[in-house]
């Protein structure tokens, strides 16, 4: 038998040793390897879900906020309407001792006429406005005057209100032979289109202008004072108000002007409309001229005053003012027809 040395008999013992031990100590490596990747894997999947709860949160949050934001609104929207209801500025007042039974175009009747001074805010209106505002009426409009106040002067076919608002009309009066009707539109022009209502089935008066020292009586052939108004009720933001007039609509005219001039036959405006001052809430005046172009008008716009009182709009706000050209255009033509008119009035005094 050969014999082996010693060192070469260690060297194989060391070498089965390692072996077994290597062999021993793998699956502890791999069971490492697979413990480190589980633990990464675990880490990424509670982070992903640390960023859906927290998108999830802020989702939750955002919601939060806009219904308490909505809340909010509508608190605010029903203190408003609460201080509405409580400040009665529509539905108060008095319906005129006289109502009239014209209806041209068998349109329906907005709401019945109160009589001037019925109620806190026309008595208001009656006293501490309507005075001066006749008045201005008369120096602006009125014969053997030419003027030109072309800065307040807003353009009427484009009335868009602004947000919701409680209108009023006031009859101021008119210089003119024919019984006119006036009504207004929210969804069209003139009566042939969108939802016409008459507002003044007759806006004959026994007086043109407001004298304090005159009361006039009302008839049925004579159904208006100055300062007797309509209301028309609470309208939403962005209704388009369409004011139009029938020529002696209470007697059988047809004819209907429209505030926006595109709507008339003769292609015209005859409409002016400016903003007019008072304490508690501007106004927003509109003369008509009630006759077309080629049938004689003097379009001294003053045949139907009225004022429109939005509450609580200011109605500068309403609409942009026209371009320079048709303010000059409008008011130029205004204070031609005055100018003729007072030339007339001279040569047959």
Excluded: C
């Excluded at 589980?38 to 999830?56: G, R």
């Excluded at 014209?102 to 006429?113: Q, Y």
């Excluded at 053997?144 to 868009?160: E, H, I, T, W, Y």
């Excluded at 371009?323 to 007339?344: C, D, H, V």
């Amino acid at each position: 038998m050969t014999s082996h040395p010693v060192s070469l008999k260690f060297n194989l013992t060391l070498g089965l040793v390692a072996a077994a031990l290597f062999a021993a100590a793998s699956p502890v490596v791999a069971k490492d390897d697979d413990d480190a990747k589980a633990a990464e894997e675990a880490a990424k999947a509670a982070q992903e879900a640390a960023k859906e709860e927290a998108k999830a949160a802020a989702e939750q949050a955002k919601a939060q906020a806009e219904k308490l934001a909505e809340a909010a609104k509508k608190a605010e929207e029903a203190k408003l309407e609460e201080a509405r209801a409580a400040d009665n500025t529509v539905f108060a007042g008095e319906k005129s001792p006289v109502q009239s039974s014209a209806n041209p175009f068998k349109l329906d009747i907005v709401a019945p006429v109160m009589a001037a001074a019925s109620d806190e805010t026309s008595t208001a209106f009656q006293k501490e406005t309507l005075p001066g505002l006749s008045e201005y009426l008369q120096k602006t409009l009125g014969d053997k005057v030419a003027g030109d106040d072309s800065r307040l002067l807003l353009d009427p076919s484009k009335l868009k209100l602004q947000e919701k608002s409680d209108v009023r009309v006031y009859f101021l009066g008119g210089e003119t032979k024919y019984s006119n009707t006036l009504g207004f539109n929210t969804t069209g022009s003139g009566v042939f289109s969108g939802n016409p209502q008459l507002i003044f089935p007759d806006t004959t008066s026994a007086v043109s202008t407001y004298d304090p020292a005159n009361d006039p009586k009302r008839s049925s052939s004579a159904p208006l004072a100055p300062g007797d108004f309509v209301n028309l009720g609470r309208m939403d933001a962005g209704t388009l108000l369409d004011f139009f007039l029938i020529s002696n609509g209470a007697n059988g005219g047809s004819d209907v002007f429209s505030t926006n001039p595109s709507a008339n036959k003769d292609g015209i405006s005859h409409a002016i409309a400016f903003a007019y001052s008072m304490a508690n809430s501007p106004l927003l005046v509109i003369g008509f001229e009630d006759l077309y172009s080629w049938d004689g008008a003097d379009r001294d716009f003053n045949d139907l005053l009225f004022a429109i009182d939005i509450r609580p709009v200011d109605p500068r706000d309403l609409t942009a003012t026209p371009e320079p050209a048709m303010a000059t255009t409008l008011f130029g033509l205004l204070g031609l027809a005055m100018q003729r008119r007072a030339r007339r009035s001279t040569a047959t005094s």
